[in-house]
């Protein structure tokens, strides 16, 4: 086998939109950016050619002729297995700005559990917001991970803080639950 032929492919979308309204733009924008796709340059994007980005792709290609724009979307490698470490490179560090991203809301659930403690704000709507933000710390990190094909080094660790995070809103719940009910760690 080739060089070619380990090599990952790659979906390159080449998308053209009239300026006005900037509504369509943004969508399709929107869209791709959900997807975790790699911009390239202006109405140029690329995604790696793996089920995972199949519907975000047709997603954004039937957004942009809706907007009667155009869509093309080419099959690529690399020319040579330097070319394909360096576009791999490149999504790697997409993912990890996103995973960075992921960490710091991570720490600021974390912030906001230990907040709530500090001031003893044990009730319950303030449990099911805490709940709630947890439920989509878990549906990022579920989305982050589907997209990350290549693996990014913070992956991992976000897992971890994923745990930690659970960790805390159950120990929130559980003082909630103490507040409520008139119960102390004693009594249990």
């Known amino acids: 086998m080739t060089d070619q032929e380990h090599q990952v492919?790659?979906?390159?979308?080449?998308?053209?939109?009239?300026?006005?309204?900037?509504?369509?733009?943004?969508?399709?924008?929107?869209?791709?950016?959900?997807?975790?796709?790699?911009?390239?340059?202006?109405?140029?994007?690329?995604?790696?050619d793996v089920p995972v980005f199949a519907h975000g792709v047709r997603r954004a290609i039937?957004?942009?002729?809706?907007?009667?724009?155009?869509?093309?979307?080419?099959?690529?490698?690399g020319r040579g297995p330097d070319d394909a470490a360096r576009f791999q490179a490149m999504f790697t560090a997409a993912r990890q700005a996103d995973w960075?991203?992921?960490?710091?809301?991570?720490?600021k659930y974390e912030a906001e559990l230990a907040k709530e403690i500090r001031i003893a704000?044990?009730?319950?709507?303030?449990?099911?917001?805490?709940?709630?933000?947890?439920?989509?710390?878990?549906?990022?990190?579920r989305d982050l991970t589907a997209r990350d094909v290549f693996g990014a080094p913070e992956a991992a660790r976000a897992g971890e803080r994923l745990k930690q995070c659970t960790v805390a809103c159950e120990d929130y719940a559980e003082r909630v639950f103490r507040a409520l009910h008139g119960t102390s760690e004693e009594d249990r």
């Open 62 to 77: 039937e957004l942009a002729e809706r907007a009667r724009g155009e869509a093309v979307v080419l099959e690529a490698v």
């Open 100 to 107: 960075a991203e992921f960490l710091s809301d991570c720490g």
């Open 9 to 48: 492919r790659w979906l390159v979308l080449v998308i053209k939109l009239s300026a006005e309204p900037s509504r369509h733009r943004v969508a399709v924008w929107r869209e791709l950016r959900k997807v975790g796709a790699l911009s390239l340059g202006q109405g140029i994007w690329a995604v790696p």
């Open 121 to 141: 704000k044990f009730t319950l709507a303030e449990l099911e917001e805490e709940e709630q933000s947890l439920e989509r710390l878990r549906r990022w990190h």
